[in-house]
């Protein structure tokens, strides 16, 4: 993440940053390597869809950034580097660093509210000339997350509920202002899309605190300290106070990249109480997993664990509690809230 004077400012509202949302753009990824790609106007979508180098046979994701981001930062190299192992997807990253910067609720969220609306029309258009709805998956971390949510409501909505995006899959989406009694914003849900798969990793800090989509997935309980993260020092938005929070886009890039023979299998149950003492709702170790390749007709809260250091995922293994001590690149076990 780039360096932000007086972090704790923007997050409170207390700087403001102008808006135009004609700063936003589309990137897109076509491979081999993240230098191979090319920026678009937000109005120049069609021109993307006429590249020799867009195959409109293959799947289309659409990558959201979170707050205080851009495409310079680490989650988007390695958000990129993990698609561009793949051979069946475009990939297509938001930039819209200059909006989510400033402070987060005078700034960010309402630009992520206004921005939504104007990108759901550009893709309604796009899926009106040969972008093929059933083939295009948004994915979008944090504050990308909700606005994931807010795109695909509006497509519904717009299409008058004649269109509905597939896949919406949110990482940790943002938690503040959104689940409060009276929000700034509604937050993501299940009915956002026709699959809404969620992994949350920051619960109740920076993270959604409670389940809401279709398939919810809750690593490690979904809560700080993740395995290998370094104790919270409680500096608001330094690395180690998010180290939990990016763990999600970490987990996710993993199960894009699909290097390991080990993949990210979960369980489903109750709650973290269950998961621990083995007692599930359906014992299907083998067949569902996190992330990427998760299955599209499951539901409910699923539970898993993982190491601490990449590779991150256990396969089976992750689906049978162990202490988080025996964790591999497991740190500061008296810290963990998850135990």
């Given at each position: 993440?780039?360096?932000?004077?007086?972090?704790?400012?923007?997050?409170?509202?207390?700087?403001?940053?102008?808006?135009?949302?004609?700063?936003?753009?589309?990137?897109?990824?076509?491979?081999?390597?993240?230098?191979?790609?090319?920026?678009?106007?937000?109005?120049?979508?069609?021109?993307?869809?006429?590249?020799?180098?867009?195959?409109?046979?293959?799947?289309?994701?659409?990558?959201?950034?979170?707050?205080?981001?851009?495409?310079?930062?680490?989650?988007?190299?390695?958000?990129?580097?993990?698609?561009?192992?793949?051979?069946?997807?475009?990939?297509?990253?938001?930039?819209?660093?200059?909006?989510?910067?400033?402070?987060?609720a005078f700034d960010a969220v309402v630009n992520a509210?206004?921005?939504?609306?104007?990108?759901?029309?550009?893709?309604?258009?796009?899926?009106?000339?040969?972008?093929?709805?059933?083939?295009?998956?948004?994915?979008?971390?944090?504050?990308?997350?909700?606005?994931?949510?807010?795109?695909?409501?509006?497509?519904?909505?717009?299409?008058?509920?004649?269109?509905?995006?597939?896949?919406?899959?949110?990482?940790?989406?943002?938690?503040?202002?959104?689940?409060?009694?009276?929000?700034?914003?509604?937050?993501?849900?299940?009915?956002?899309?026709?699959?809404?798969?969620?992994?949350?990793?920051?619960?109740?800090?920076?993270?959604?605190?409670?389940?809401?989509?279709?398939?919810?997935?809750?690593?490690?309980?979904?809560?700080?300290?993740?395995?290998?993260?370094?104790?919270?020092?409680?500096?608001?938005?330094?690395?180690?106070?998010?180290?939990?929070?990016?763990?999600?886009?970490?987990?996710?890039?993993?199960?894009?990249?699909?290097?390991?023979?080990?993949?990210?299998?979960?369980?489903?149950?109750?709650?973290?109480?269950?998961?621990?003492?083995?007692?599930?709702?359906?014992?299907?170790?083998?067949?569902?997993?996190?992330?990427h390749d998760c299955p599209t007709n499951i539901s409910?809260?699923?539970?898993?664990?993982?190491?601490?250091?990449?590779?991150?995922?256990?396969?089976?293994?992750?689906?049978?509690?162990?202490?988080?001590?025996?964790?591999?690149?497991?740190?500061?076990?008296?810290?963990?809230?998850?135990?």
């Amino acid at each position: 993440m780039k360096a932000v004077k007086n972090k704790s400012r923007l997050l409170l509202g207390l700087r403001k940053a102008p808006a135009d949302l004609h700063s936003a753009k589309f990137i897109h990824y076509y491979g081999p390597t993240y230098v191979d790609s090319a920026i678009y106007d937000l109005e120049d979508f069609q021109t993307i869809l006429n590249d020799e180098k867009f195959d409109k046979s293959k799947n289309t994701v659409l990558y959201l950034h979170g707050y205080l981001e851009n495409v310079d930062v680490e989650s988007i190299h390695v958000i990129v580097d993990a698609y561009m192992k793949r051979t069946d997807t475009n990939l297509i990253v938001l930039d819209w660093g200059e909006l989510a910067d400033g402070n987060y609720a005078f700034d960010a969220v309402v630009n992520a509210k206004q921005l939504g609306p104007v990108l759901a029309k550009i893709l309604l258009q796009q899926f009106d000339n040969g972008l093929d709805i059933e083939k295009f998956h948004i994915v979008g971390h944090s504050l990308g997350g909700q606005m994931a949510g807010i795109i695909g409501r509006e497509i519904y909505a717009r299409s008058k509920k004649t269109k509905k995006l597939k896949r919406v899959s949110a990482l940790d989406p943002a938690f503040p202002l959104f689940y409060m009694t009276v929000g700034m914003a509604k937050h993501l849900s299940r009915h956002d899309a026709e699959f809404v798969d969620v992994i949350h990793t920051d619960a109740w800090l920076y993270g959604a605190p409670f389940s809401t989509g279709t398939a919810d997935f809750w690593p490690n309980a979904g809560k700080t300290l993740q395995p290998g993260c370094p104790k919270r020092n409680y500096r608001m938005l330094s690395d180690n106070d998010l180290s939990s929070h990016r763990r999600s886009w970490w987990f996710w890039a993993e199960s894009v990249a699909n290097e390991y023979p080990v993949k990210f299998n979960c369980v489903k149950a109750k709650d973290w109480s269950d998961f621990k003492v083995g007692k599930l709702i359906n014992d299907d170790r083998e067949h569902v997993v996190m992330g990427h390749d998760c299955p599209t007709n499951i539901s409910g809260d699923y539970f898993l664990q993982t190491n601490g250091s990449k590779p991150y995922a256990r396969g089976v293994q992750g689906t049978y509690y162990i202490e988080p001590k025996d964790l591999p690149g497991y740190l500061y076990v008296e810290d963990d809230l998850a135990t």
